[in-house]
């Protein structure tokens, strides 16, 4: 017997059919994408040296050597400051110097330095009064979005409040006002009793594999204070880094090379939601795609135990 389950989060509804990951496949779709190894590539436009071949700096981090991390004005941006429908920025921002850098060999320093400049470019991004939304994300390899190898990730502001961020606020609005909770604080207490899908608790953070969730092996990083984005700190920072430099070398073991998508969930700038809606982050694995049942009919299929993948992770 198959069991439907509904994600809290956003109302998904998701089929559990945990046997359909034995479903034979073929070798070729079982492949890795190819890990890059040189440190430098000549025509690489995000290479540290390659500096002529993007806009100028918005922000960086040097040391003795030159820049750690910087970002730029995006030169193909899906937004732009010209009113219209829509209006934004849009920046890359280079997770590192490094070619061959990646999620899964950057070190806790390298997390702390990007951090800290997805943090200062929010913070910049916010202040433009016309913008009401503030989307930091990251495409991993060609199957997640990526169109370079080079590591990197991008923030872009809007006039408008996305979607997928109107249904999360909704949704957890209503279950304040239902519950008189905070639906964040509530799945945080329920896992932590539970115990079982935990990957990470500390003073600051939550690291769980959902419940339910219709992408095959989500992880969700939820803080656990009501803050906001632009409201934290070098210890966030910190616990941040060290939590992601051990996440990403637990998934290394079990996924290998993998494509993904890191995607912030922050507070729409102009709406006081800090009671109801929490700060988190979905890290989106882009090893499978859906089919056309999921697309066709809204529903999705999960094919892991959730509590199983969150022991093989756990740290």
Same mark, same amino acid.
């Given at each position: 017997?198959?069991?439907?389950?509904?994600?809290?989060?956003?109302?998904?509804?998701?089929?559990?059919?945990?046997?359909?990951?034995?479903?034979?496949?073929?070798?070729?779709?079982?492949?890795?994408?190819?890990?890059?190894?040189?440190?430098?590539?000549?025509?690489?436009?995000?290479?540290?040296? &390659? @500096?002529? #071949?993007?806009? +100028?700096?918005?922000?960086?981090?040097? !040391?003795?050597?030159?820049? *750690? =991390?910087?970002?730029?004005?995006?030169?193909?941006?899906?937004?732009?400051?010209?009113?219209?429908?829509?209006?934004?920025?849009?920046?890359?921002?280079?997770?590192?110097?490094?070619?061959?850098?990646?999620?899964?060999?950057?070190?806790?320093?390298?997390?702390?330095?990007?951090?800290?400049?997805?943090?200062?470019?929010?913070?910049?991004?916010?202040?433009?009064?016309?913008?009401?939304?503030?989307?930091?994300?990251?495409?991993?390899?060609?199957?997640?979005?990526?169109?370079?190898?080079?590591?990197?990730?991008?923030?872009?502001?809007?006039?408008?409040?996305?979607?997928?961020?109107?249904?999360?606020?909704?949704?957890?609005?209503?279950?304040?006002?239902?519950?008189?909770?905070?639906?964040?604080?509530?799945?945080?207490? &329920? @896992?932590? #009793?539970?115990? +079982?899908?935990?990957?990470?608790?500390? !003073?600051?953070?939550?690291? *769980? =594999?959902?419940?339910?969730?219709?992408?095959?092996?989500?992880?969700?990083?939820?803080?656990?204070?009501?803050?906001?984005?632009?409201?934290?700190?070098?210890?966030?920072?910190?616990?941040?880094?060290?939590?992601?430099?051990?996440?990403?070398?637990?998934?290394?073991?079990?996924?290998?090379?993998?494509?993904?998508?890191?995607?912030?969930?922050?507070?729409?700038?102009?709406?006081?939601?800090?009671?109801?809606?929490?700060?988190?982050?979905?890290?989106?694995?882009?090893?499978?795609?859906?089919?056309?049942?999921?697309?066709?009919?809204?529903?999705?299929?999960?094919?892991?135990?959730?509590?199983?993948?969150?022991?093989?992770?756990?740290?």
């Amino acid at each position: 017997m198959k069991e439907v389950r509904i994600d809290w989060i956003n109302n998904d509804m998701v089929i559990v059919a945990t046997d359909r990951a034995k479903r034979p496949k073929d070798n070729h779709l079982m492949e890795y994408e190819i890990q890059v190894n040189k440190e430098y590539e000549v025509e690489c436009p995000f290479c540290r040296g &390659n @500096e002529k #071949k993007t806009p +100028k700096d918005t922000f960086k981090i040097e !040391d003795e050597n030159g820049w *750690i =991390v910087r970002s730029t004005n995006n030169k193909f941006p899906i937004v732009d400051d010209i009113p219209g429908d829509i209006y934004g920025i849009h920046e890359v921002m280079i997770d590192t110097y490094r070619h061959n850098g990646s999620f899964y060999n950057m070190s806790k320093v390298e997390f702390e330095n990007l951090f800290k400049m997805y943090k200062d470019r929010y913070e910049n991004l916010i202040k433009d009064t016309k913008i009401k939304y503030v989307s930091v994300f990251k495409n991993f390899l060609s199957k997640a979005g990526a169109s370079l190898d080079h590591p990197h990730s991008q923030i872009i502001s809007l006039s408008i409040i996305p979607p997928e961020i109107e249904n999360e606020i909704s949704i957890a609005k209503e279950y304040y006002d239902k519950n008189n909770s905070c639906i964040y604080l509530d799945v945080i207490d &329920n @896992e932590i #009793k539970f115990e +079982k899908r935990i990957v990470h608790n500390n !003073d600051k953070f939550l690291v *769980i =594999v959902p419940y339910v969730t219709k992408y095959t092996g989500e992880i969700r990083v939820i803080l656990k204070e009501k803050i906001r984005f632009e409201e934290l700190n070098d210890i966030h920072i910190k616990e941040l880094s060290s939590m992601f430099n051990k996440l990403f070398k637990n998934l290394y073991k079990v996924n290998g090379y993998s494509p993904f998508n890191l995607c912030i969930h922050t507070h729409p700038i102009n709406i006081e939601s800090e009671k109801y809606f929490n700060l988190h982050m979905h890290i989106y694995p882009r090893k499978y795609s859906f089919g056309g049942f999921e697309l066709g009919s809204g529903i999705y299929v999960s094919s892991i135990n959730p509590d199983e993948f969150a022991q093989k992770i756990r740290f």
